[in-house]
């Protein structure tokens, strides 16, 4: 069985192979941007039914931030030392909502893809 934390890798992973398909295939992108949530799970990353999936494009001029859901408890202070240290997978998934709720996690997964590129 998977932890949570190679849940969520394999998950970035999926993902950024996504974003590198999308920016090589402009019409691959353009069904991406119309109707995310069927091309996602032809993809093989899963959307459960009756959770919405937007995707928006960055521009030169607009970027979107992603705020994903408040988490449900208070952080640890081993939790807030991660997150300090920058250890964004680990807190992710201990945080629940990335790891749990695969819209949230689409969104951080191409931030983080995006981040990772800077």
Do not use: H
């Not at 030392?81 to 749990?100: C, E, K």
Request: hydrophobic share 35%.
């Amino acid at each position: 069985m998977e932890s949570k934390r190679e849940q969520f890798q394999e998950y970035t992973k999926l993902s950024g192979q996504v974003l590198a398909k999308a920016w090589a295939d402009e019409e691959f992108k353009a069904r991406l941007l119309a109707d995310p949530a069927a091309v996602l799970r032809e993809e093989g990353l899963p959307i459960p039914q009756g959770i919405e999936v937007r995707a928006v494009e960055n521009t030169d001029t607009v970027m979107y931030l992603t705020i994903p859901p408040k988490p449900g408890e208070e952080l640890s202070d081993e939790q807030l030392n991660q997150v300090v240290g920058g250890d964004t997978a680990s807190t992710a998934g201990t945080m629940g909502t990335v790891s749990t709720l695969p819209c949230s996690t689409l969104g951080t997964a191409g931030s983080i893809a995006t981040a990772s590129t800077i």
